[in-house]
């Protein structure tokens, strides 16, 4: 997986920051999206985030996720 691959989520994940949702349960299972970042260092130090893949989707929303939570379309 690289930026710019184009995934979907193929695991049930549940966010509270979907637009027109907010605060409420939304689950992305079987969304696509583009990975528009995969964070692995900062600064030029290395860091081992919990979520570093970082997928936009349509509607402004974006989200993080683990490598194992997305597959390639």
Known sequence: MKIG???RVKESVV???YPGKKQQPFDVKGMEGEVMAIMTEHK???ISPNLPV????E???KAHFQQQE???V
Request: glycine share 6%; no cysteine.
């Open 15 to 17: 966010v509270y920051h």
């Open 5 to 7: 691959d184009r995934v």
């Open 70 to 72: 997305l597959e390639t």
């Open 59 to 61: 509607k402004r929303f």
């Open 54 to 57: 970082l997928v936009k989707f």
């Open 44 to 46: 030029g130090r290395p």
